[in-house]
């Protein structure tokens, strides 16, 4: 799977719109973008995925570039229950695999 | 039940000892992996179940570790000779489509003293 690269730690004022970035410039055409969330002491939660066009649910919009070597998650109106660790992933759902990489991902702090 | 159930959520062991971690699934799912997640690391994977075998096993770090699910719903994972290095949160999800069906238990601490 590719390899993907997030910033260390994002801080966001709550009400405002969050926005984390993702490169993920090897991705194959098979690959979807995954993004998960861990709070604090829980496991990984999952958000939203996409493959080439923006996707939104009730929890974030994704935007992929065209190139789709980068990715955007955002999260509109961020609340202090969002302060987690933000992890982007690059998984094929062709793969007989099921494995995730899971990376470093994003601390992201919401302050009120 | 409503989530991915995981038992002990804490387990402090002497070095040495045998572990073993439960895990219980979304009924229905047939996936079920487990990840192991050290301090300021993202979770790693160590092996992924599909029905009551192992479809891939190749994350076990080495061979204390095994992990069983005969009916093909509760996962036990097992730790032999405990070291201190083995002292991470054990993470089980289970899954019935894909990855975005991913549902992950809250985890067992386990620490090796």
């Known amino acids: 799977d590719a390899k993907t690269t997030q910033p260390t730690s994002m801080d966001c004022a709550e009400g405002r719109a969050a926005n984390l970035p993702c490169n993920h410039s090897t991705i194959s055409g098979n690959e979807y973008v995954y993004w998960y969330r861990q709070i604090h002491s829980q496991g990984p939660q999952y958000i939203i995925h996409?493959?080439?066009n923006n996707e939104t649910n009730e929890m974030a919009s994704l935007i992929i570039t065209e190139d789709r070597k980068s990715s955007t998650l955002i999260l509109p109106h961020a609340t202090l229950r969002d302060t987690a660790v933000y992890y982007c992933?690059?998984?094929?759902?062709?793969?007989?695999?099921?494995?995730?990489?899971f990376g470093r991902g994003t601390q992201l702090t919401v302050w009120p | 039940g409503a989530g991915v159930s995981q038992t002990p959520s804490n387990k402090v062991t002497e070095k040495g000892k045998y572990v073993e971690l439960r895990c219980d699934p979304i009924s229905g799912h047939t996936a079920l992996y487990w990840y192991r997640q050290s301090l300021g690391q993202g979770p790693e994977f160590l092996i992924y179940?599909?029905?009551?075998?192992?479809?891939?096993d190749s994350g076990l770090p080495n061979d204390r570790f095994f992990a069983v699910r005969p009916e093909g719903s509760v996962s036990t994972l097992k730790i032999q000779r405990t070291e201190r290095g083995d002292s991470a949160v054990y993470l089980c999800?289970?899954?019935?489509?894909?990855?975005?069906?991913?549902?992950f238990g809250s985890g067992t601490r386990l620490t090796v003293v």
């Open positions: 179940f599909q029905g009551t075998g192992a479809a891939d």
């Open positions: 992933i690059a998984f094929d759902r062709g793969s007989t695999l099921g494995r995730l990489y």
């Open positions: 996409g493959l080439k």
């Open positions: 999800a289970s899954s019935l489509q894909g990855a975005e069906g991913y549902t």
